[in-house]
């Protein structure tokens, strides 16, 4: 198999991107479309949605299969769930010097998290089963 010339590499190197960025491309629409869809239908896309999509582009997108369009889907899903989720803190009245001695790392004034179960309610609850089961 003869080897290429370096020009015939270069413009061969040009054209895998182009192809590969307007694949990209043509995935990015697809899904934008699709999470419209998913949103207006409470969080699931319509039934058969993907096999009309395959049906309408596979003739002239041969490469496009199911799984990438699935794939392509649930990486949008994540990144448009990244970019809503937006926290917004309680307005208070506090100043904030008041809150600069606040560590999240238990130091400075002996702030503490609590996180998780209150100590010694697994065994009340235990208890309180035992006794209604008796």
């Known amino acids: 198999m003869p080897r290429g010339t370096k020009t015939s590499l270069r413009i061969q190197k040009y ?8 694949r990209k491309a043509l995935l990015s ?16 896309l319509p039934y058969g949605h993907i096999t009309l999509i395959l049906d ?11 799984n990438l369009i699935n794939k392509a889907f649930i990486n949008h899903r994540k990144q448009e769930a990244a970019v809503t989720v937006v926290v917004v803190p309680k307005p208070s009245n506090s100043k904030l010097s ?12 002996g702030a503490k998290w609590n996180v998780g179960r209150p100590v010694g309610s697994t065994s009340e609850r235990k208890e309180t089963n035992a006794k209604k089961n008796d």
């Open 29 to 44: 629409s697809l899904c934008e479309d699709m999470y419209k869809l998913y949103k207006k239908n409470g969080d699931r």
């Open 56 to 66: 309408r582009l596979k003739p002239t997108e041969p490469w496009l299969t199911r």
């Open 98 to 109: 008041d809150l600069s001695n606040v560590s999240s790392f238990g130091g400075g004034s």
């Open 15 to 22: 054209t895998d991107r182009a192809t590969k960025s307007s």
